[in-house]
């Protein structure tokens, strides 16, 4: 019942961008975005609640589709320091606080 | 830096021993949730401590068992270690209206 995260990797050039996918199986509460690079603890991007609108964080954005159970995390114009794994955690109704992890998409942005 | 803190970083058992972890949340967060994440793979969802009271618990065995203290911190205990307990084990603090939970830097188990 982990949420499915799409793609499983992603290369890029500097400046390109990437979307990264996360859907679930069950109606979804919030949905929680975080990057972890190699060797550190995740750190938290942002949070989408049901019902709420699309949020960014510098040039990176995400949005909530509760028809889809689906989200979408948008890398813009990226930059070498986004290169990490982006984990979606996913919050559903039946278990308000408890986060699901998905299994992950390592993005490599290059020079 | 989130302000969680986990003690120790890094952590070498054998098979069949016990292991206590430790995690200080961040100021003024009332739930600590752990996690599981072996390598190569999104944290799993151990349990959730809210005010000292377990409130959620993932697919693991009683085996791995916790707890919570008055100022909130918490430890994780596994029991009889195994082979596949081998992971870093990342405890995250949230708290009041803030949903957002805040990882700490993980202790490293190896089970050899």
């Known amino acids: 019942q982990q949420p499915v995260q799409s793609p499983q990797a992603v290369i890029l050039r500097e400046g390109e961008d990437a979307v990264i996918n996360c859907s679930s199986s069950k109606a979804l509460y919030s949905v929680h975005w975080y990057r972890q690079k190699h060797g550190e603890a995740p750190v938290f991007l942002m949070i989408?609640?049901?019902?709420?609108e699309q949020k960014g964080h510098d040039k990176i954005s995400a949005s909530f589709n509760e028809k889809k159970q689906q989200s979408s995390l948008y890398l813009t114009a990226s930059q070498l320091s986004y290169s990490g794994t982006y984990f979606c955690?996913?919050?559903?109704?039946?278990?308000?606080?408890?986060?699901?992890f998905g299994a992950g998409t390592q993005v490599v942005v290059t020079p | 830096e989130t302000g969680v803190t986990q003690s120790p970083t890094h952590l070498i058992k054998t098979r069949g021993q016990q292991v206590t972890l430790r995690c200080s949340s961040q100021s003024g967060h009332n739930t600590v949730s752990w996690y599981q994440q072996a390598l190569g793979q999104g944290p799993q969802f151990i349990f959730q401590?809210?005010?000292?009271?377990?409130?959620g618990r993932g697919n693991f065995p009683p085996r791995f068992s916790g707890l919570q203290f008055p100022n909130y911190s918490s430890e994780l205990n596994v029991n009889a270690l195994e082979l596949d307990d081998s992971a870093l084990y990342l405890c995250?603090?949230?708290?009041?209206?803030?949903?957002?939970?805040?990882f700490g830097p993980g202790t490293r188990l190896l089970v050899l």
């Open positions: 989408l609640l049901k019902g709420g």
């Open positions: 401590y809210y005010r000292e009271e377990e409130n």
């Open positions: 995250a603090s949230s708290g009041g209206t803030v949903k957002t939970q805040y």
């Open positions: 955690g996913t919050e559903w109704a039946d278990s308000w606080g408890k986060l699901q």
